[in-house]
T-cell receptor, first 110, second 117 residues
């Protein structure tokens, strides 16, 4: 079993839709959870991070962590064509290396 | 220059060639990383350096040889590669190794797209 599972997609939505991206994990010691966005021909850039369980909101983006279910989500409201990218979840425990999901390719159509 | 830069951006090499990838970070960070990104696969951590010292080699074949002359520069020397080594090679840096709440946040460069023929 992979430590982090993420559906690779591709996921295609119309502009303005609410997008839900998810990852599951198996290591209960993970404490820090991140979402990276990677545009084509670019390196990943940190989009959101959360520590432990709960929600975090930043503009149109909301990150959720449910440690009891070992499940994290990224929601994008009012999606825009500029949100088209690959979204990578990543997580680690204290002092541990970052473990990435496979990435979900998102396309937002005008 | 800001952030993390990588050169070259694209590289095509034969299996008998020797080449080097270069990474430079302008963020004053102490830790640097090499990752391999293949299509439809998670990022694979290859090497970690902290204050110029290698702290992790993730069972990487010896045809990949890292070098970290100082905290701002990181190289990946390549020789006798295989076609399956074709991938995007990403460099990243962080203030420190993952320890506190978020001093381990990693900043990535744009990557070098490597094709081995």
């Amino acid at each position: 079993q992979k430590e982090v599972e993420q559906d690779p997609g591709p996921l295609s939505v119309p502009e303005g839709a609410i997008v839900s991206l998810n990852c599951t994990y198996s290591n209960s010691a993970f404490q820090y959870f991140m979402w990276y966005r990677q545009y084509s021909r670019k390196g990943p850039e940190l989009l959101m991070y959360t520590y432990s369980s709960g929600n975090k909101e930043d503009g149109r983006f909301t990150a959720q962590v449910d440690k009891s279910s070992k499940y994290i989500s990224l929601f994008i409201r009012d999606s825009q064509p500029s949100d088209s990218a690959t979204y990578l979840c990543a997580m680690r425990n204290q002092g541990g290396k970052l473990i990435f999901g496979q990435g979900t390719e998102l396309s937002v159509k005008p | 220059e800001t952030g993390v830069t990588q050169t070259p951006r694209h590289l095509v090499m034969g299996m008998t060639n020797k080449k080097s990838l270069k990474c430079e970070q302008h963020l004053g960070h102490n830790a640097m990383y090499w990752y391999k990104q293949s299509a439809k696969k998670p990022l694979e951590l290859m090497f970690v350096y902290n204050f110029k010292e290698q702290t992790e080699n993730n069972s990487v074949p010896s045809r990949f040889s890292p070098e970290c002359p100082n905290s701002s520069h990181l190289f990946l020397h390549l020789h006798t590669l295989q076609p399956e080594d074709s991938a995007l090679y990403l460099c990243a840096s962080s203030q420190d190794l993952a320890g506190g709440p978020f001093n381990g946040e990693q900043y990535f460069g744009p990557g070098t797209r490597l094709t081995v023929t």
